[in-house]
Nanobody, 137 residues
Framework: QAQPVESGGGSVQAGGSLRLTCAAS????????MYWFRQAPGKEREGVAV???????YYADSVKGRFTISRDNADNTVYLQMNNLKLEDTAMYYC???????????????????????????????WGQGTQVTVSS
């Protein structure tokens, strides 16, 4: 399967909005969950949002109320609507497909928010190359 491909990143002033798109190919059917992660220079990768095939969504506390994740299985696409962007949202944003076809939504949340440093490589079937988001004052 083709890797997920992210788009929609760019430069925006604080308070602005961006909509990221992940063209996920068949992963939207094959994966229980689709994730958005981000990584800023010099920082660890951070889970941002996840959407379960059943529609459940979970978010990092830092983006709750500002970001919205959604998936369109018909178009094999996952979106991340980002509103009221802050300087600290500046990062490379990555789309990732769950390695499992069936997973409890709460397990996907655990995977998203895990900060223990445990190797989670086996949880993901594929990653995109990333799209840069830069927020300026």
């Amino acid at each position: 399967q083709a890797q997920p491909v992210e788009s929609g990143g760019g430069s925006v002033q604080a308070g602005g909005s961006l909509r990221l798109t992940c063209a996920a190919s068949a992963y939207t059917y094959a994966s229980a969950c689709m994730y958005w992660f981000r990584q800023a220079p010099g920082k660890e990768r951070e889970g941002v949002a996840v959407v379960h095939t059943g529609g459940g969504t979970y978010y990092a506390d830092s983006v709750k109320g500002r970001f919205t994740i959604s998936r369109d299985n018909a178009d094999n696409t996952v979106y991340l609507q980002m509103n009221n962007l802050k300087l600290e949202d500046t990062a490379m944003y990555y789309c990732a497909a769950d390695a499992f076809a069936f997973r409890l939504p709460t397990t996907c949340e655990e995977v998203l928010l895990d900060q223990t440093g445990v190797d989670r490589s086996d949880d993901f079937a594929a990653w995109g190359q990333g799209t840069q988001v830069t927020v300026s004052s």
